[in-house]
C-alpha cells in the first residue's frame, strides 16, 4: 500500500492487494432543489439507496477486514438521522442535491476502523440514477 499527500492534501492510496468491502443502506427523505428551474423545485420525495466502499489490505488473524457490521453501524447513525426527514432542514448538507447528499455522507462517515480507508459514497436518488462523491480516490 502506498499512500501520497498530494499538495492539496488529499491522500492517494494505492496499492496492487487490496480488499474493497461494499455496503448499502437506504433511507425515504423528502427535498426540494432550491434554484433548480423545473418540476425537482417542488417538495417531493425519494427512497435513496447509499453505498459506501473501503479498501484495505491488511486482515486480521481470522481473515476479516473489517467488520460489516461495524461499517453497518456507522452508516446507520448516519441514515437514521435522514431517514423520514426532509432534506432541505439539514443545513449541513446545502441545496439538497445528490452531489450535495453524498458528499455530506461522506464527511460524517466517522470511526472507521484503522485497518480501512473509506473510498467512496454513492447515493442512488432513483433505479437509474446515482452520484458518488470521494476524496483523493478514482474507480
Ligand atoms: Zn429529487
Redesign the pocket.
Given at each position: 500500500m502506498i499512500i501520497t499527500l498530494a499538495l492539496n492534501g488529499v491522500e492517494y492510496y494505492r496499492g496492487d492487494r487490496m480488499y474493497r468491502l461494499r455496503i448499502e443502506s437506504h433511507f425515504d427523505a423528502a427535498?426540494k432543489?432550491v434554484g433548480y428551474k423545473g418540476k425537482?423545485s417542488r417538495v417531493?420525495g425519494?427512497r435513496w439507496k447509499v453505498e459506501v466502499f473501503v479498501l484495505g489490505e491488511k486482515l486480521n488473524s481470522i481473515g476479516i477486514l473489517v467488520d460489516f457490521d461495524v461499517l453497518k453501524q456507522i452508516l446507520e447513525k448516519i441514515v437514521e438521522k435522514l431517514d423520514h426527514s426532509f432534506l432541505n432542514d439539514f443545513k449541513e448538507i446545502g441545496n439538497p442535491t445528490s452531489e450535495n447528499i453524498s458528499k455530506y455522507i461522506f464527511k460524517n462517515l466517522k470511526g472507521l476502523p484503522n485497518s480501512v480507508k473509506l473510498q467512496k459514497v454513492r447515493v442512488w436518488?432513483s433505479p437509474e440514477a446515482w452520484c458518488e462523491y470521494s476524496e483523493g480516490f478514482t474507480g
Open positions: 427535498h432543489l425537482c417531493h425519494h436518488e
